[in-house]
């Protein structure tokens, strides 16, 4: 929010193809004081970036503006993980100006292309969650709701994958090495954040719920933000970005001076390390002490900074709730619900319940996951120590709360455990999950069966506790990022089709291209879209793995992280099926394919990095098969990442989304690739469920156990029978035991088909051949062009539903009952 002085004349939006050259020139000599001719690739592409993020710079403060003036009810989302993707090509789409740049580039000698190359993608996430947070705040500004997104600005972003000998190595992810010319530090706005120390009762409250605490240790929260820019219209929203720094007096010059360098800059190292580097685990929690401390330091400074921008147009706290709404984005940032009763309570010194009121109508909570090892519980020990008033706060929070349940279902002490927000045995924790659901007014999940799950199994008892709480919000992609700027050859065809380009801020008009699925010359255009795509990412195979693809093969790609759940073995034991055929009968007429994986294993993931190297095994093994390679390739594409997505879902045909039925929560991926044509063959799993009502059963390649099936199998579940009995699947089983996929070492994948024959915990051996099946209808389908590019076309036609606006929509009516404010074009 901005105070009421003059503004200066802003650079406008696009202008001229003359006034950009002119900021790029000046821009290189001012900003980089250098020239044209002894710029380097990173000056030319710093003086791009910020010639380009100048001309945000204007509709950010004219949003300021506008959000000063209307003081709105503002959506804050927390969250521990952003994947923002690749700011250069979005920005000049969202200002208008790539238009300017191939021609400027051309006069200068110089490529797109090669400045591109500087353009590095903030890694400040790990998967689904991060990029899902980041498609939502796209679709916040494009629909010019006031919001502001907190994260942390790790100095290292997810790891670097690369391969060695077939095995995962994980190097830092430097994503700042060339500096970041897409933010903005703001260190007014520092805050400071303490850990450690002790409480003592607040002299004045006989009440003793008000308690002073003096912490041990204080580090410094510096923000730098980021502009969120919406697309076809003026607002651009922010993300603010905290990074840990030691408090001024930590250089300890006595002991420098003494020689002693390392113990000299130890507080400082210690701090810095709060926001050194991303945990690179997905779906499972990491219970580190460090990691908390991140958590607690992205709400204290975040709250603090809410307070600070509320503050600066309201007086009192009545109005908080009615002007704050906090979303959060998983158990990750939950501590804010303590962090605001502290502050509300020991600082501005309201009463308790006033306090809990105001805090229970601020905060939202949206669940992501059904994984029992993916729902967090700290240890009431490390909170003790780490945070000793917030452990009291979540006491008393807690001793309110079962007195609720207790008038509630009075006598029902197992009730009462299985409610608690703390876990009694084996060992005292607190279950965030629950702190989450207590402290707020709508708990959500991402995907319909995923939210009916959740009030029937892991949150049930909250469930029929508090029903009206419970809204289930299905996630969303941004079109913008995943079908404009990611496939402009379709995004140009659909455009033409559709007479304009209202769909991508509009996505469920795509419903009409659905007419075009019967025309021959646009299914003949939409083949050739496909395969100059295909084309693309096969160079782009080549150039990272060395090997060759065929464009015109079937693409069958496997993109996501590495988790048992997400069965990636069930993948691989396809393709070795499609092995043991093709070296049974050489001459079988066999679909060309080419198997596409893509993703990384959580570092600690051991079994996940051995399957890695089983898939990169298997993969040298078929592409060097004289017999095998001409029908079949595979190919484990290193580093998956945003900008490696955008380049391989163009391209693909067919979607894998095979996890075990109830485990996906929802999946984004799935959208991201229907929405550009490719066909789903999957389970009845999280969204894939709402993507087969969409697009028609007929459209969609079905197979395997349903949640419930898959609850009842496990409980008399014996892999090892469906092993016994289908030669085929025991045929790929016994390859993987053979060795033949590591030069004879029997050993090293025996852990693989241990885990196969003995728990199978994800039911791979009894989808096996359903799923087989499925992909023989997928290959038979696949022969006849024109059926084949119809469910393309109807994919894409109808998954509109499944744009991020449509998401951001639904949060807004359901949730955060927040209204747009519109800001005037320059
Ligand atoms: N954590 N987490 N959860 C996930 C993903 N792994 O990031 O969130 C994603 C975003 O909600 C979901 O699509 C996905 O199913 C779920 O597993």
Same mark, same amino acid.
């Given at each position: ?241 905290? *990074? ?223 029903? *009206? ?358």
């Amino acid at each position: 929010m901005t105070d009421a002085r003059p503004r200066p004349k802003m650079r406008t939006v696009g202008g001229t193809l003359e006034a950009f050259e002119q900021d790029l020139i000046s821009n290189l000599y001012y900003q980089r004081g250098t020239t044209l001719e002894s710029a380097s690739g990173p000056d030319g592409y710093h003086t791009l970036a910020v010639t380009v993020r100048d001309r945000l710079v204007g509709r950010y403060a004219r949003t300021a503006a506008a959000h000063y003036q209307a003081n709105p009810r503002f959506v804050y989302y927390l969250s521990a993980e952003y994947l923002l993707g690749r700011q250069l090509r979005q920005n000049l789409l969202y200002t208008g100006t790539e238009q300017f740049v191939r021609p400027i580039a051309e006069d200068l000698g110089v490529s797109l292309e090669e400045l591109e190359a500087y353009d590095v993608e903030p890694g400040l996430g790990n998967g689904g969650l991060g990029r899902l947070a980041a498609c939502l705040l796209d679709s916040m500004a494009t629909l010019d709701i006031p919001a502001v997104g907190y994260g942390i600005r790790y100095e290292f972003g997810i790891f670097k994958q690369a391969f060695r000998d077939g095995a995962q190595v994980e190097r830092p992810d430097d994503w700042t090495f060339y500096g970041n010319p897409w933010e903005f530090p703001a260190p007014d706005d520092r805050q400071v954040v303490g850990f450690y120390g002790s409480t003592a009762p607040a002299l004045d409250d006989p009440s003793g719920l008000r308690r002073q605490w003096t912490p041990a240790e204080t580090v410094r929260g510096e923000p730098s933000h980021m502009l969120v820019p919406g697309y076809g219209t003026p607002t651009v929203n922010i993300i603010r970005l905290w *990074q840990a720094r030691a408090s001024r007096e930590s250089f300890d010059l006595s002991r420098f001076g003494a020689g002693q360098y390392k113990e000299a800059v130890e507080d400082i190292v210690q701090a810095e390390n709060i926001s050194k580097v991303l945990y690179p685990d997905d779906s499972t929690e990491q219970g580190r002490e460090l990691r908390l401390k991140q958590q607690y330091f992205l709400v204290a400074c975040s709250l603090r900074d809410i307070i600070r921008r509320y503050r600066l147009r309201n007086t009192g706290w009545d109005a908080f709730p009615a002007k704050v709404v906090i979303q959060l984005n998983d158990t990750h940032p939950v501590m804010a619900i303590t962090e605001l009763m502290r502050l509300l309570v020991d600082e501005y010194r309201l009463d308790w319940d006033l306090a809990w009121s105001i805090t229970r109508r601020t905060f939202n909570y949206t669940c992501h996951t059904l994984l029992p090892e993916a729902l967090e519980t700290w240890s009431v020990e490390l909170l003790e120590r780490l945070l000793p008033r917030h452990m009291e706060i979540i006491y008393s929070i807690n001793h309110f709360f079962l007195q609720e349940v207790a008038a509630t279902y009075p006598g029902d002490l197992d009730k009462m455990r299985r409610l608690s927000i703390i876990q009694e045995y084996p060992e005292k924790r607190v279950r965030m999950a629950h702190l989450a659901v207590v402290g707020s007014t709508a708990v959500n999940g991402v995907a319909e069966l995923h939210t009916r799950l959740l009030a029937e199994t892991t949150l049930r008892d909250f469930a029929e506790l508090w029903p *009206q709480k419970f809204h289930n919000v299905t996630n969303g992609v941004t079109p913008r990022r995943f079908v404009r700027l990611a496939n402009p050859r379709l995004s140009e065809l659909i455009t033409e089709r559709l007479g304009d380009e209202g769909w991508l801020t509009d996505l469920e008009r795509l419903d009409r291209l659905a007419g075009a699925a019967d025309d021959p010359a646009f299914l003949e255009r939409w083949r050739e879209v496909k395969r100059l795509n295909k084309v693309d990412l096969t160079h782009q195979v080549e150039r990272s793995t060395g090997v060759v693809v065929d464009p015109d093969a079937l693409c069958d790609v496997m993109i996501k992280r590495f988790h048992e759940y997400k069965r990636q073995h069930l993948k691989l034991l396809h393709v070795i099926t499609l092995f043991n055929r093709l070296r049974e009968m050489p001459e079988m007429d066999m679909v060309p394919r080419t198997v596409l994986f893509g993703g990384k294993a959580a570092p600690g993931y051991h079994a996940m990095k051995l399957l890695i190297r089983l898939v990169n095994a298997v993969a040298e093994t078929v592409n060097t098969d004289p017999v095998v390679s001409r029908h079949l390739k595979v190919v484990l594409l290193p580093d998956y990442n945003v900008s490696r997505a955008q380049v391989i879902i163009p391209a693909a045909d067919l979607s894998e989304q095979i996890s075990l039925a109830g485990k996906e929560a929802s999946g984004t991926g799935n959208m991201k690739l229907a929405l550009n044509g490719a066909v789903t063959i999957g389970t009845l799993d999280g969204a894939n469920i709402e993507i087969r009502d969409r697009v028609g059963a007929e459209n969609f390649f079905l197979f395997g156990l349903d949640a419930q099936q898959a609850v009842d199998l496990r409980r008399h579940y014996e892999p090892r029978a469906y092993y016994e009995r289908d030669p085929e699947l025991r045929a790929a089983v016994d390859a993987i035991a053979s060795g033949v996929f590591a030069k004879g070492d029997r050993s090293l994948f025996a852990p693989v088909v241990d885990a196969m024959l003995g728990r199978d915990e994800y039911l791979a051996l009894a989808d096996y051949r359903a799923y087989v099946e499925c992909q023989d209808a997928v290959a038979t389908a696949w022969r006849d062009r024109d059926r084949w590019t119809r469910m393309s076309v109807l994919n894409a036609a109808r998954t509109g539903f499944f744009s991020s606006d449509r998401t951001v929509r639904e949060y807004c009516d359901k949730i955060w009952r927040v209204d747009p404010v519109r800001v005037e074009p320059d």
